[in-house]
């Protein structure tokens, strides 16, 4: 079975903190993501990655940075807590297009972020 | 304009009745579709892909207008485990990026 392993179902952070949540995949796949979802606005993508080292901004990266060290690992974290990034996040991966047509992204059961 | 639109619902049917989705997308570069199932407080998961004209799977058919720039999601004989919320997904090659609709909800009454 995939396994994608987010870090943490629940968090309660307070408004300043410095915030880390971890992604980690089994599959061996060159892309990652990290989404963000809140009622009304559905998904949208904060960061990616293409591979090791190597990140691109998604639609909404204010607030946020990301860190790829390992291929397995994407890391996202939020410098500074702010009460408008409480969300849940879910981070996704998928095989890069040059491995075949395989765009299905296996998604992580996600964090529910709170920010007091 | 949002690069993927969808009528956010709520959808009440009964059960066994036949239920249609459509999402429409802005993006002409999107060569790809989904429709991912996401369940209250669950991640989203694969339900179809839609790569031509359209895909069939069992109770549920997928359609593609390019034309039109919209997909469509057919469920057929609905059952109460249907009820979720059904995520519209565009896929544009060059970016390799994906772009989500903000959902549909479908709640299948007995």
């Known amino acids: 079975d995939v396994k994608v392993t987010q870090s943490s179902r629940y968090l309660v952070k307070r408004t300043g903190e410095k915030v880390f949540l971890e992604c980690v995949q089994d599959m061996d796949h060159e892309n990652m993501f990290w989404y963000r979802q809140d009622p009304g606005l559905g998904l949208r993508l904060i960061y990616f990655?293409?591979?090791?080292?190597?990140?691109e901004k998604g639609d909404i990266p204010e607030g946020y940075s990301v860190s790829r060290e390992k291929k397995e690992r994407f890391s996202l974290i939020l410098e500074s807590a702010s009460t408008n990034q409480t969300s849940m996040y879910l981070c996704?991966?998928?095989?890069?297009?040059?491995?075949?047509?395989?765009?299905?992204?296996?998604f992580g059961s996600g964090t529910q972020l709170s920010v007091l | 304009r949002k690069e993927v639109e969808q009528d956010p619902g709520p959808f009440n049917v009964p059960e066994g009745a036949t239920v249609a989705f459509n999402c429409t997308y802005s993006n002409s570069a999107s060569q790809s579709f989904f429709w991912y199932r996401q369940d209250c407080r669950k991640e989203p998961k694969l339900l179809m892909s839609v790569y031509s004209s359209g895909n069939e799977d069992g109770r549920f058919t997928a359609q593609l207008n390019r034309a039109s720039q919209y997909i469509s999601l057919l469920i057929r004989d609905s059952k109460l485990s249907d009820s979720a919320t059904y995520l519209c997904?565009?896929?544009?090659?060059?970016?390799?990026?994906?772009?989500f609709g903000t959902g549909t909800r479908l709640t299948i009454i007995p």
């Open positions: 997904v565009a896929h544009n090659f060059g970016n390799e990026k994906l772009t």
């Open positions: 990655s293409y591979d090791v080292k190597m990140k």
């Open positions: 996704a991966h998928t095989p890069s297009r040059d491995r075949g047509r395989n765009e299905k992204l296996f």
